[in-house]
């Protein structure tokens, strides 16, 4: 896949991660993220975003989430952690 662009969605609240993305060079190989909303709540494994090289994110607050959520979509509208 080249030339994909991931904007203004609204990723709420997985029971998983909220991104699971796979691809190996991830945002290098064209692909554009930018502008999505992200809530999220505790989960029993506390997983947040995971990447390709096997890299998992975990977040227990809305600061680790937001480290995590940066590492998808460097310019995110919202991230918010619901209590």
């Known amino acids: 896949m080249k030339n994909i662009t991931i904007k203004d969605n609204i990723?709420?609240?997985?029971?998983?991660?909220?991104?699971?993305?796979?691809?190996?060079?991830?945002?290098?190989?064209?692909?554009?993220?930018?502008?999505?909303?992200?809530?999220?709540?505790?989960?029993?494994?506390?997983?947040?975003?995971?990447y390709g090289t096997g890299k998992q994110m975990i977040a227990t607050n809305e600061e680790e989430l937001l480290v995590a959520v940066k590492t998808f979509d460097p310019t995110p509208k919202v991230v918010k952690w619901v209590s």
């Not at 998983?16 to 809530?39: A, H, K, M, P």
């Open 11 to 50: 990723f709420d609240c997985s029971t998983q991660n909220l991104v699971y993305y796979r691809w190996n060079e991830g945002l290098d190989r064209g692909i554009t993220v930018s502008n999505n909303s992200f809530y999220q709540k505790a989960t029993k494994i506390g997983n947040a975003i995971y």
